[in-house]
């Protein structure tokens, strides 16, 4: 029963243009929500989160977007560098519950 | 200067063999945890402690046993191998009411 899901599992993208990263939820419990960057053989890097009281944080070229009723978020990138290259994982934790739980990540290629 | 490190980085062992992973952290945080990655890349929670308590015990073979003598080290130690626990571990920490979790490099251990 996988309650955080990334439904693609890779994605490319010309250098410079907008890169759209998307993550579906079915937990009604969740509260709260992060983006992690993740290169290979590396762990993964906290890159952006956001509270279910917000429906938007921007963070420089990232921004992550929630649609509480759509149990919806988006990760933005804008614009794209070859440098954000890697697999982008989503994950949700509900307050007191000290665990995140993961999706199964999106292998973002940008293209020069 | 690493925040959270593990070792080793690659753990190569026969089935029925007893191992175990360290990892430490010097960001000051109380919570520690540990994730499996599987073969799907499916980042899951295993453990989690707090101030050197246990608070998440998921459901995991009691082959596993994470200890902590200290708030900046949590080590897992696991027994009689099975090729099943082939994956990557990865070792995070945060500071508890904040849902940022911080992740080491990962240990890559493969059993044979």
């Known amino acids: 029963d996988q309650q955080v899901k990334q439904n693609s599992p890779s994605l490319s993208v010309q250098e410079g243009r907008i890169s759209i990263l998307n993550c579906d939820y079915t937990?009604?419990?969740?509260?709260?929500f992060l983006w992690y960057k993740k290169y290979p053989a590396e762990g993964p890097t906290f890159l952006i989160s956001i509270s279910s009281i917000k429906d938007k944080n921007e963070d420089g070229r990232f921004t992550v977007f929630l649609n509480k009723s759509a149990k919806h978020l988006s990760l933005h990138i804008v614009p794209s560098q070859p440098g954000d290259s890697a697999v982008y994982f989503c994950?949700?934790?509900?307050?007191?519950?000290?665990?995140?739980?993961f999706g199964t990540g999106t292998r973002l290629t940008i293209i020069p | 200067d690493t925040a959270v490190s593990q070792t080793p980085k690659y753990l190569v062992t026969q089935m029925g063999n007893d191992k175990s992973i360290k990892c430490e952290q010097n960001?000051?945080?109380?919570?520690m945890y540990w994730y499996k990655q599987d073969s799907k890349k499916f980042l899951k929670i295993m453990f989690s402690y707090n101030n050197k308590e246990l608070i998440i015990n998921e459901t995991v073979p009691n082959r596993f046993s994470p200890k902590s003598p200290d708030k900046a080290h949590l080590n897992l130690h696991i027994n009689s191998l099975e090729l099943g626990d082939s994956a990557v571990y990865f070792c995070?920490?945060?500071?508890?009411?904040?849902?940022?979790?911080?992740f080491g490099p990962g240990t890559r251990l493969t059993v044979t």
């Open positions: 937990n009604s419990m969740f509260d709260y």
């Open positions: 960001l000051g945080h109380d919570t």
């Open positions: 994950a949700a934790s509900d307050f007191g519950n000290e665990k995140l739980t």
């Open positions: 995070a920490s945060s500071t508890r009411g904040f849902y940022e979790q911080y």
